[in-house]
């Protein structure tokens, strides 16, 4: 379990303000205008497509609020327990929790409820074909339920630069095509990717380019 307690505020790059929408306007705006407690929130989407920065944008804003949240996932252990001081709950990988997760959800679903306390989960695949336990299905779908759609390129090109920017890193159109031309556009892990050239450019001292990120694919032992 992964409680985020008051103070502990998520990256600043996963807010609602930095949240690049393209066909998935209507869900952030419904999140930004949820008022708590509200009927639970399911998302749903392939990998990438914005379900945790959107998790984590809401956790953001309860503890703008001065509230406390907590965040659990497939690799958190049971038991999970109720803190009555907890205004939002997070469920995130739900299709991959086990029978001990799948319990532990349950309860706190049911005890969370009963004390207006706000649910928000996340998965790949809608709740309906969710491997859960059937009252726990049935509980993630009753809500709201948001099918996230994967960004257009365009989309995915300003989500990189603004990032590269954050860092002060300059990301050339010879890196940015490379990049989306050899890799999947998995935002997540194109992210997590920058994230490594960043730091081997660093550790190299030399600026971003294609043959620095070949040499870096290369010595991680991947296909340059």
């Known amino acids: 379990m992964k409680q985020i307690p008051l103070g502990l505020t998520p990256d600043p790059a996963q807010r609602f303000d930095s949240f690049v929408a393209g066909a998935n306007a209507a869900v952030l705006e419904h999140l930004r205008a949820l008022t708590l407690p509200a009927a639970p929130v399911y998302l749903w989407g392939p990998p990438g497509s914005g379900k945790t920065h959107l998790l984590r944008a809401m956790v953001g804003e309860r503890e703008h609020h001065g509230e406390r949240a907590a965040w659990f996932t497939a690799t958190d252990a049971t038991p999970w327990q109720l803190d009555e001081a907890w205004s939002l ?58 099918a996230l759609q994967p960004l257009a390129e365009d989309h995915v090109r300003a989500v990189l630069r603004r990032e590269a920017d954050r860092r002060g890193v300059f990301l050339s159109d010879e890196v940015m095509g490379y990049l989306l031309t050899r890799f999947a556009r998995d935002l997540k892990h194109l992210m997590a990717l920058l994230d490594r050239l960043d730091g081997f450019a660093l550790s190299q001292q030399r600026a971003v380019t294609v043959p620095l990120l070949k040499r870096m694919l290369s010595e991680e032992g991947m296909q340059p």
């Open 89 to 146: 709950i997070v469920f995130d990988d739900c299709e991959r929790y086990d029978a001990l997760q799948q319990q532990a959800a349950f309860s706190l679903f049911v005890q969370a409820s009963a004390l207006g306390v706000q649910i928000a989960a996340a998965g790949r695949v809608p709740p309906v074909d969710l491997p859960v336990r059937e009252d726990l299905r049935t509980r993630l779908g009753w809500g709201h339920v948001f």
